[in-house]
């Protein structure tokens, strides 16, 4: 159960209140769940976030396989439900083999991957792991992605972590409709 009510017109800050309202046009309702039902407290905030994820999701030079996968390693390496079961659907439809998001989810060896895919889980967890990237890892990475592609990539795994500390921090809802299984934490 989230840990924060749904947000209303009154209860975000006054001085957001029109930004509120800008978001509920294209929203068409508040968010239930999972990070947009945080931040939409804050509308501002939502809005920025929301412009920075439609250029990483639609404007980016990264494929929708590499998106979707590198937001299923932030979800797995940040034990975040919500981005898991909202992605692991759309990552399997975008290319990613099962076998790969499955071994994510369950912490398995990983099976055998393409460049592109263990470029994305080894700079991904090397960072999440450790805080760092180490040579070889960035090396991998610019090589499969060039300079565009790895700012983007680093960008969105940045953009994912910060909601599923969203998600994870509020406590946020699960979708109803999830067909993933919840990851083992």
């Given at each position: ?13 006054a ?6 309202d800008?978001?509920?046009?294209s929203?068409k ?5 999972g ?5 939409i407290?804050v509308?501002?905030a939502?809005r ?10 639609d404007?980016s ?10 937001m ?7 034990d ?9 659907a ?13 071994a994510l989810?369950?912490?398995?060896e990983?099976p055998k991957?393409?460049a ?8 991904g ?5 450790t805080?760092?990237v180490s ?9 499969v ?17 910060l ?6 921090a509020f406590?946020?809802?699960l ?6 299984p919840l990851?083992?934490?």
């Amino acid at each position: 159960m989230a840990r924060i009510p749904l947000a209303t017109r009154e209860s975000v800050p006054a001085t957001q209140r029109e930004a509120f309202d800008t978001m509920l046009q294209s929203l068409k309702s508040v968010p239930r769940t999972g990070p947009g039902s945080v931040l939409i407290h804050v509308p501002e905030a939502h809005r920025i976030l929301t412009d920075l994820n439609h250029y990483l999701r639609d404007s980016s030079t990264l494929s929708k396989k590499v998106q979707e996968l590198a937001m299923l390693v932030t979800a797995r390496e940040n034990d975040c439900q919500h981005i898991w079961n909202a992605h692991a659907a759309s990552a399997r439809e975008a290319g990613v083999p099962s076998a790969l998001v499955d071994a994510l989810r369950d912490r398995k060896e990983l099976p055998k991957m393409a460049a592109d895919e263990a470029a994305v889980v080894t700079y991904g967890r090397e960072f999440f792991r450790t805080h760092r990237v180490s040579r070889g890892g960035f090396q991998s990475a610019m090589e499969v992605f060039g300079r565009q592609g790895l700012v983007e990539l680093t960008a969105l795994l940045g953009n994912y972590a910060l909601l599923a500390f969203m998600c994870n921090a509020f406590d946020t809802d699960l979708l109803a409709e999830r067909k993933e299984p919840l990851l083992p934490v």
